[in-house]
DNA sequence: GTAACATAAATTGTTAACAATTTAAACAGA
DNA sequence: TCTGTTTAAATTGTTAACAATTTATGTTAC
């Protein structure tokens, strides 16, 4: 892909939201963007227009750019979107996977179960988002790939507002009980396996509870960061 | 909702593109949007940018903007991506819908068979995408309406580029079904007529055809033109 | 000590000028 | 007439300066 200002700026934004180290609500400053990516606040403004096309960020006349903070009713649409969408991903995953993909999923699981017994939350939320994304992959629809990937990001967002500590990843059991149905190209138990990951994500949001808020945009969103 | 100069070409652009005023790989250069909306280059730049993130425009380094060409592949994934999701909006819709929705929906019949008989083909194009927004505004899910606003304004610009002249109308016929099965409050049944619509208006697509190119982008844009 | 107000700083919004690149046009040579 | 080159025009990209608004600070009155 392209490597302007503005994309580099927009996946790192991504990037920094899909790993929960920009919470909702942060405010995203002009000058202090354009510093740390030494650009000019004309690509940022681009970038934050972009963002918000994203619904991952709000657009306050005069106010400035914030992160978008879901409301509960939002998060709910979220996920219903999700399991939409991930619905027709896995069927496809299901009808399209080659023996390489099912191969790329199960070295996918035992990354996430590496991952695991290092106790790195934030490494294991990209794990598990990355899980998902390369299922979007394998299901070869790249409309569904892209919402996807927007609808992932706010649900690391909504994650952070409500989730509950203990919570809020997926499961590796799950996760391989997914991969198991597709390599044994079961249609339906796959669908339900995602279908009940998905509503089992959701019911451990715990809607009413209070999130912290976090430190300075510059140990956040350091352009040097490796992409990932 | 807010009237920046940003906000008001994004939506004439998204509705020339809908009624098919706007036909794909259309130029939209700054100079000329600046002057048809009397604003300056950087409110331009910033709603291009817009554009470009609801994948209806394409953004090139140092060539400008265009309005998008999906291929043949884009518009297949664009198809399935619209079932998907239409098929949990109208789950939703015959869940949800109270009385005044399913005369709103009886209403917009009304309308759409009057505009039937009038042969304007880009007014029977307007009502016959609203038909599908009036669906999705009823299933009361925000996530699934806006993205299926973006994908009914691709599934314009594909009509548009592959669409037989005859075909690529949603058929009155075909709603009045789903309306009634509404009504009659049959969830699988609504489902079914929903997919079987999509996939009769994607039947109707030859692909391989060629488009005819446009006129000026004064006579397509004029700001002055009602939203409705 | 608190509230309201005035002032200063910081941030966003707007505009214009200039540089770089691409596209179109003019032109010369075969 | 066609091809390739040179020149000019138009378009996009970049930057900085300035205006308007919001936020923070400090002061005064009660």
Redesign the interface.
């Known amino acids: 892909m ?1 490597d ?1 200002p ?1 994309t580099v700026l927009v996946e790192h934004v991504l990037d920094a939201i899909s790993d929960q180290r920009l919470r909702a609500g942060t405010k995203l400053g002009e000058q202090a963007l354009s510093d740390l990516f030494s650009c000019n606040r ?1 690509h940022v ?3 934050l ?2 963002l ?4 991952v960020v709000d657009l306050i ?1 005069n106010r400035g750019a914030f992160v978008s903070t879901p409301s509960e009713d ?1 998060a709910r ?2 996920f ?2 999700r ?3 991930e ?2 991903i896995i069927r496809n995953v299901v009808r399209r996977a080659d023996e390489a993909d099912i191969a790329s999923l199960r070295a996918h699981l035992a990354t996430e179960d590496s991952i695991r017994s290092q106790n790195d939350r934030p490494k294991a939320i990209r794990a598990s988002r990355a899980f998902h994304m390369l299922l979007a992959k394998i299901g070869r ?4 790939e ?2 996807l990937a927007e ?1 992932t990001m706010r649900t690391s967002l909504i994650i952070g507002l409500y989730g509950s500590n203990a919570a809020s990843l997926c499961s590796d059991d799950e996760h391989a009980r997914i991969v198991q149905s597709i390599a044994d190209r079961d249609e339906a138990r796959a669908q339900e396996m995602v279908d009940h990951h998905l509503r089992h994500i959701e019911g451990e949001i715990a809607f009413g509870e209070e999130a912290p808020r976090v430190g300075p945009l510059s140990m956040i969103l350091s352009p040097d960061r490796a992409t990932g």
Chains 1, 2 share one sequence.
């Open positions: 392209s302007t503005e004309a403004r681009r970038a227009a972009t918000a096309a994203y619904q006349p939002e649409d979220v219903q979107a399991r939409a969408i619905a027709t629809n790249s409309v569904l892209h919402y609808l």
